[in-house]
């Protein structure tokens, strides 16, 4: 079992940046980085492969960067030219269990963390 730990989440005014990072217990090969906002379903935000390969969503591409730190144990989510739109609880998932083109899918991660939230106001 994998254990994640998000951190970094808060408050930013639109057009302001924030990076959100996860702590995991072991270095895993394939992460994913997911919001939900209230109302809506989670949906894959980002997702970094074991050979690097990055992946976004439409909605950030340009804007978030993911990236990892093995040595550490960690991925990060930098988030820049935040908007609105983007406030949403945040949550690291792990261990991808489908095929890479499916990366950005809730139902193919076994492991997740408990998330952070991230406001972002006008």
């Known amino acids: 079992q994998v254990q994640l730990v998000e951190s970094g989440g808060g408050s930013v005014q639109s057009g302001g940046s924030l990076k959100l990072s996860c702590k995991h217990s072991?270095?895993?090969?394939?992460v994913g980085w997911f919001r939900q906002a209230p109302g809506k379903e989670r949906e894959g935000v980002a997702a970094?492969?074991?050979?690097?390969?990055?992946m976004y969503a439409d909605s950030v591409k340009g804007r978030f960067t993911i990236s990892r730190d093995n040595a550490k144990k960690t991925y990060y989510l930098q988030m820049n030219s935040l908007k609105t739109e983007d406030t949403a609880m945040y949550y690291c998932?792990?261990?991808?269990?489908?095929?890479?083109?499916?990366?950005?899918?809730?139902?193919?991660?076994?492991?997740w963390g408990q998330g952070t939230q991230v406001t972002v106001s006008s």
């Open positions: 072991i270095n895993t090969l394939d």
């Open positions: 970094i492969y074991s050979d690097q390969s990055m």
């Open positions: 998932a792990a261990d991808l269990r489908c095929s890479w083109g499916n990366a950005l899918l809730v139902s193919c991660y076994r492991n």
